[in-house]
């Protein structure tokens, strides 16, 4: 019994050392420390915005790409359409601020990084760098998988499905349906991120994970079917199967950074 008081004691204090860097701050001092979060990471976006802008007709020159792809293999016009002057504008204002997102996102993310490494233990403040390499690859990973397959292959079989009709695209509405997808598709490559730092705070387990993973499977092809545009069974499937391994990869990351794993190494350290 006593040698089980000198553990406990023992891991306290372990985790009071670990802490110790840890300054107190109340609840006004969170709330000034996100306020400052929060306006680092608008300007990040401001600039990146008006980066974006400059660029603006190459960025739409890479979405169009597919589409104009696709027409000219139906034999069919590849000029988009506007139905008033101000649609041109519009469009472009939309994908300048899509791309400033994107392109201010390693620095926003690093933001809301700096915003919750307080409450973190010291051996866990050096998953920075991972943290967000892990972050920006799987978002691009996401959007390239999309903008190379699954993108095109859906617009071919959606003009060879009604090649009877006349397209009159309209620009708006195919930057939508761009944005829907890549977007979408870069958002769901989180997925190990998000269950990162639920295990990471003990809000689920890797046990819980698999456990539940028939209902993970049924969510994802949910997802899989409100972002594809294609009501094909084929497509839905192409969507759904890089979720299916992204989540039984973040298992895999439940299981390393769990709380009740990392209180385990520390035993077998002491």
Same mark, same amino acid.
């Given at each position: 019994?006593?040698?089980?008081?000198?553990?406990?004691?023992?891991?306290?204090?372990?985790?009071?050392?670990?802490?110790?860097?840890?300054?107190?701050?109340? +609840?006004? @001092?969170? $709330?000034?420390?996100?306020?400052? &979060?929060?306006?680092?990471?608008?300007?990040?976006?401001?600039?990146?915005?008006?980066?974006?802008?400059?660029?603006?007709?190459?960025?739409?020159?890479?979405?169009?790409?597919?589409?104009?792809?696709?027409?000219?293999?139906?034999?069919?016009?590849?000029?988009?359409?506007?139905?008033?002057?101000?649609?041109?504008?519009?469009?472009?204002?939309? /994908?300048?601020?899509?791309?400033?997102?994107?392109?201010?996102?390693?620095?926003? +993310?690093?933001?809301?990084?700096? #915003?919750?490494?307080?409450?973190?233990?010291?051996?866990?403040?050096?998953?920075?760098?991972?943290?967000?390499? =892990?972050?920006?690859?799987?978002?691009?990973?996401?959007?390239?998988?999309?903008?190379? !397959?699954?993108?095109?292959?859906?617009?071919? #079989?959606?003009?060879?499905?009604?090649?009877?009709?006349?397209?009159?695209?309209?620009?708006? @509405?195919?930057?939508?349906?761009?944005?829907?997808?890549?977007?979408?598709?870069?958002?769901?490559?989180?997925?190990?991120?998000?269950?990162?730092? $639920?295990?990471?705070?003990? /809000?689920?387990?890797?046990?819980?994970? !698999?456990?539940?993973?028939?209902?993970?499977?049924?969510?994802? #092809?949910?997802?899989?079917?409100?972002?594809?545009?294609?009501?094909?069974?084929?497509?839905?499937?192409?969507?759904?199967?890089?979720?299916?391994?992204?989540?039984?990869?973040?298992?895999?990351?439940?299981?390393?950074?769990?709380?009740?794993?990392? &209180?385990?190494?520390? @035993?077998? =350290?002491?």
């Amino acid at each position: 019994m006593a040698d089980d008081d000198d553990d406990l004691v023992t891991r306290a204090r372990s985790a009071v050392s670990e802490r110790a860097e840890l300054p107190g701050m109340s +609840l006004l @001092e969170h $709330l000034e420390e996100l306020r400052r &979060r929060l306006i680092h990471s608008a300007i990040y976006i401001v600039v990146a915005f008006f980066v974006a802008y400059y660029f603006h007709e190459r960025i739409y020159a890479a979405m169009q790409k597919p589409i104009t792809f696709a027409l000219a293999k139906h034999h069919l016009p590849t000029q988009l359409i506007i139905h008033n002057p101000i649609d041109g504008f519009n469009m472009y204002l939309k /994908i300048s601020f899509m791309g400033g997102c994107i392109l201010a996102a390693p620095f926003v +993310l690093y933001q809301v990084w700096l #915003f919750i490494s307080p409450g973190l233990y010291k051996n866990e403040k050096k998953y920075v760098t991972p943290f967000m390499a =892990a972050t920006v690859t799987l978002f691009l990973g996401g959007a390239y998988f999309g903008y190379r !397959w699954v993108f095109p292959g859906s617009l071919d #079989f959606l003009f060879a499905y009604s090649h009877e009709f006349r397209p009159l695209i309209e620009v708006n @509405e195919y930057t939508d349906l761009f944005l829907t997808v890549i977007l979408g598709l870069g958002i769901t490559f989180e997925l190990p991120i998000v269950v990162l730092f $639920l295990s990471l705070f003990g /809000i689920v387990s890797p046990k819980f994970l !698999w456990k539940n993973i028939r209902y993970a499977v049924l969510i994802i #092809f949910i997802i899989a079917a409100i972002i594809t545009p294609t009501p094909d069974p084929l497509t839905m499937f192409v969507f759904a199967a890089p979720l299916l391994a992204l989540y039984l990869i973040s298992i895999g990351v439940s299981f390393m950074v769990h709380p009740a794993r990392r &209180r385990k190494l520390r @035993e077998e =350290a002491s």
